[in-house]
């Protein structure tokens, strides 16, 4: 039977469970959307006990402070990408689905791990409103368990009547320790991350393959010399040997020292519709010989042979695949004029009146990375910049490395099992990520989330402290109306490039 038909059928159990259960009136089972909710008053007494201790008013004092600060934060990434995806062109539009913080529908999210992640981000976060809620004197009514067919988290349900009665301060504790929990424990688990990448041990020598359409060279296979050559990830643009002849590769993979034969030269990756290229018929998989005759040996020269064309100018091109002789006549088109058209936000002034051809070429159909650099880049990320690091390890997952793929691992020497070893920073990673996600979305001024909730008390408080009239109304006003921004530029960044 199909994955998707299985797939199906469960869901559609699983609605009928829910369906049956939204018609009886169970005390302690009830529908909560498409989820099923589990209560029960036990273990109140534990969490109302651990919240007596005089260290939770402190934290959550801190809790307010950290839930503010990356509130501003989160705002401003918002804020940051609303006018990057000014730039981004239709083809290349973020799914919705990527805004879903749940594996198995989105699609950069490991189910595994991710399930793992959530469940621990909601309990940490749940506990903590509870805790806080003890602490300040506020009743526990239930707890338990959050189903969608698995458990997906937990929940502590606080006396929604008392936390409305109670000082602002209280209720700003409350709200914030949810978020702040979750952004603690993802800095913990990320220094947990960060520290076990720094023993990774990576080759002395060699590049790394990070792409390949090649049939005979594969994704994570380590590249050690290339027709007898010894070579590294920055020699690959430079290499002098003459296009469309068949070397051997001595490589590594799987552990394991092999030679595979290939053909050397540029190979077309692809081809932009409506470039010169496309029109005059050169498609992916041809190897450039020469251009006007001069023979192309690495990317390196043949992007200085580009940048010295000009617009409207004519060249002569011969291309090589599977034994075949090919060659084109080709007028080049401006350059500023084809990325105006269909990339506005790689634009440049220095573009204009340049040659442009309209192929993407890497040598021998592959690109490769320095494996030193690969996990210095992420054992070390902030070395780049506190920004750039943080944006860096946030962006892993969409990059292909979440943090590392098992075609990666038998690359690198690890202080212990790899079995045990790469798992376990990759639940790590996941914990993190999971945990910096719930934290910085529920610090948004968006009602009803956490920081909502937090901003209108704290708005509340500073504009009766300066005596204005209708503190509160005009605080829920402020926040209502900051919510319907935030909501805006989240969905911007998913409709603008659909309609631009």
Do not use: C
Not at 338 to 352: G, R
Not at 462 to 477: D, G, N, Q, W
């Amino acid at each position: 039977m199909p994955w998707l038909t299985i797939i199906l059928l469960i869901f559609l159990f699983w609605s009928i469970i829910v369906l049956f259960i939204a018609r009886r009136n169970y005390k302690r089972i009830r529908p909560y959307g498409p989820a099923i909710m589990l209560s029960t008053t036990r273990g109140r007494e534990i969490i109302e006990k651990w919240g007596k201790r005089s260290f939770w008013r402190f934290y959550g004092d801190i809790s307010i402070a950290i839930t503010i600060v990356f509130m501003i934060f989160t705002l401003g990434i918002l804020l940051w990408e609303a006018v990057l995806v000014l730039g981004i062109p239709k083809s290349l539009a973020p799914s919705p689905l990527a805004a879903l913080g749940l594996p198995g529908i989105n699609p950069f999210i490991p189910i595994t791990y991710g399930i793992v992640a959530i469940v621990f981000a909601v309990i940490i976060h749940e506990l903590s409103h509870g805790i806080q809620s003890a602490n300040n004197g506020i009743g526990i009514k239930s707890m338990g368990v959050l189903l969608f067919i698995i458990p997906v988290g937990a929940f502590v349900e606080p006396d929604e009547e008392k936390l409305s009665q109670s000082k602002k301060s209280v209720r700003m504790r409350v709200f914030s320790s949810g978020p702040s929990t979750n952004i603690i424990a993802a800095f913990a688990f990320l220094a947990v991350f960060l520290l076990m990448l720094s023993t990774v041990s990576s080759p002395s020598s060699g590049a790394l393959v990070t792409y390949s359409d090649n049939q005979s060279i594969r994704q994570g296979d380590l590249i050690l010399s290339i027709d007898g050559v010894n070579v590294s990830a920055g020699m690959i643009n430079y290499m002098r040997i003459n296009p469309g002849k068949n070397v051997s590769v001595e490589i590594i993979r799987d552990s394991s020292y092999m030679t595979v034969q290939t053909i050397s030269g540029l190979w077309v990756n692809s081809v932009f519709s409506g470039s010169p290229a496309y029109i005059s018929g050169i498609r992916p998989g041809e190897i450039l010989i020469s251009v006007n005759n001069i023979i192309m040996r690495n990317y390196s020269f043949f992007n200085s042979f580009m940048e010295n064309t000009s617009a409207g100018q004519k060249i002569f091109l011969h291309f090589l695949k599977d034994g075949k002789n090919y060659y084109y006549n080709v007028t080049l088109m401006d350059k500023y004029k084809f990325y105006q058209s269909y990339a506005p936000n790689y634009n440049s002034e220095s573009y204009k009146g340049k040659g442009f051809l309209g192929v993407s070429m890497v040598y021998m159909n592959m690109t490769v990375s320095d494996p030193k650099a690969m996990i210095s880049m992420v054992s070390y990320p902030f070395s780049y910049g506190l920004f750039q690091g943080f944006i860096f390890l946030i962006t892993l997952p969409f990059i292909g490395l979440s943090p590392f793929p098992a075609y990666f691992q038998s690359v690198y020497s690890v202080p212990f099992s790899p079995l045990i070893f790469w798992p376990l920073a990759n639940i790590f990673y996941w914990i993190f990520w999971i945990n910096l996600m719930l934290g910085l979305t529920n610090a948004l001024p968006l009602l009803p989330l956490d920081g909502g909730y937090v901003l209108r008390d704290l708005l509340s408080s500073i504009f009766e402290r300066y005596k204005m009239l209708k503190p509160e109304r005009v605080a829920s006003i402020i926040t209502i109306s900051l919510s319907l921004i935030v909501l805006f530029l989240i969905l911007w960044q998913f409709i603008y490039p659909r309609i631009s």
